[in-house]
């Protein structure tokens, strides 16, 4: 990955003002809140952290990120709030939208966005969204918007029980696979919707999800606090999460820092 060659192609009004590679680190969501934001405070508010490989990278619930050296997109957006950071879900559903239309917009894949952070291609599992936040100064919150890219892999890489489940760029391609242009574009997208002068609102992002997700209308069922709830996807808000028809006749919202989606339930 190119350092350099990443960092001139993003608009750079927030995201991307540092670009950081590395050839290993454990987590970059770790880094970048347990190193970065302690030691740089405000001043690292846009930072972007990329590692070649991870080897203790991490998705939702304490699930293990899979990320072969130099196959995939293992990235951090890095952003330092003064007060209480911006709804969890609403950036959880920016870094979705903003993954589907840089695929789009790089290769020739379709991709979709599946709550709560995900992308798939087909039924298969291309990259997902891990935001985390910690309050490491006075006035200083840390938001880490960590994102992760199957882009290089070709079978062999993905463990046996994840290959009927899980995909890349290269396996879905008919063309090669430029990570440093998908990254730039996934960066640029992202720029536009947490920039401190962004003008998409709640429901203009809403409606850039809803545009490019599958699930609407979706039977599903998720896990919450131990306990399983079936029922109908509705909608899905930036403030409240999703939305579901609970075949009780409930309607119940969901939050993707404590629900999880069943697989083999009702999809």
Known sequence: MDADRIAAGTKRVRVGRRVLVFDELDSTNEYALAVL?????????????????????RGRLGRTWHSPRGASLAMTVLLCESRLPPSPVRLVMAGGVAVAR??????????????PNDVYVGPKKLAGVLVEARSVK??????????GINCLQ????????LRDR???LELESRHAIDREAVAIAVLNELDALV??????????????WRAR????????????????????????????GLVLQLDTGARR???PATASRELGFSN
């Open 37 to 57: 934001a302690p030691r740089d405070g405000g001043a690292a508010d846009g930072t972007v952290v990329f590692a070649e490989h991870q080897t203790a990278g």
């Open 138 to 147: 006075p006035d200083c919150w840390a938001v880490a918007i960590g994102i």
């Open 102 to 115: 840089a695929v789009a917009s790089t290769t020739d894949v379709d991709s979709v966005i599946r709550w």
């Open 166 to 168: 899980a995909t890349s």
């Open 154 to 161: 070709h079978a062999g890489h993905f463990p046996p029980e």
């Open 253 to 255: 919202h969901f939050d």
């Open 195 to 208: 920039r401190r002068d962004s003008t998409i609102s709640d429901g203009e992002l809403a409606d850039q």
């Open 213 to 240: 997700s599958a699930d609407l209308g979706a039977r599903v069922t998720l896990r919450e606090n131990g306990q399983l709830f079936t029922g109908v996807i509705l909608d899905v808000h930036p403030q409240s």
